[in-house]
């Protein structure tokens, strides 16, 4: 089993995309893959329980049925902070769910492919921030960075962070969010020279994207030989 940990530089980046681009890419290869996202805000309240978006097309594109609960075990419904939403719910987002929900989907794939919610230092709680997730689940780290302007500050202290909270990045993928931006190869120019790992993709501002579309931006290969 293997897996890795998706961080974005900001919200809205990106990150569900490049996620489910990432598992698509790897299904692609012949793996069985399945996706997570630990904690998620802004659900909607449903028969079943809160249910989030980005959590639900996990799901959808994982090789294999699984329990929503395992896929999203903190679901939270206002659209805030999610250590916010928690305290508003009464509850303490904690580790040890986490991890058991981890373990039972790395048990049943090849690839676990999780997803932060947020940024990268994100607080979950007094002492927990999402920074704090790759380790606990022994994953390495792929950064989504949203093209727009700001980026390259976003991303250089993003990158400079994981490397500080004893993470590893093995990689990052460009998402043009900003179909506007200028100077767009400029910028993806500066990142490859200072950033310590290998883009892994660019992917352009898609109208309807899909993650076997996306997927067809990401180099994946280069993903199985940092991860290796």
């Given at each position: 089993m293997s897996g890795i940990f998706v961080t974005g530089t900001d919200t809205d980046c990106g990150k569900t995309q490049?996620?489910?681009?990432?598992?698509a890419a790897l299904q692609g290869q012949g793996l069985t893959v399945l996706g997570m996202k630990p904690v998620a805000s802004g659900c909607q309240e449903g028969q079943d329980g809160p249910r989030n978006a980005d959590a639900l097309a996990l799901l959808?594109?994982?090789s294999r049925p699984v329990p929503y609960a395992l896929v999203n075990p903190y679901a939270l419904v206002p659209p805030i902070?999610?250590?916010?939403?928690a305290g508003q719910a009464g509850l303490s987002i904690e580790l040890d769910p986490i991890v058991k929900a981890y373990r039972a989907l790395a048990a049943q794939a090849d690839w676990v492919i999780v997803e932060g919610v947020g940024g990268w230092r994100v607080p979950l709680g007094p002492t927990l921030s999402v920074s704090d997730l790759p380790q606990a689940l022994e994953l390495p780290v792929?950064?989504?960075t949203g093209l727009r302007l700001g980026c390259i500050n976003h991303s250089l202290l993003t990158a400079e962070s994981i490397g500080a909270r004893g993470a590893r990045l093995v990689g990052w993928v460009a998402s043009h969010i900003d179909s506007s931006m200028l100077a767009r190869e400029q910028n993806l120019a500066t990142?490859?020279?200072?950033?310590?790992?290998?883009?892994l993709g660019v992917v352009p501002h898609l109208a309807d994207p899909t993650p076997?579309?996306?997927?067809?931006h990401l180099k994946v290969e280069r993903l199985l030989d940092g991860v290796g």
């Open positions: 490049v996620t489910l681009g990432l598992m959808a594109q994982g902070a999610p250590h916010i939403a792929v950064m989504v990142l490859a020279a200072l950033i310590d790992a290998p883009c076997e579309g996306v997927a067809a």
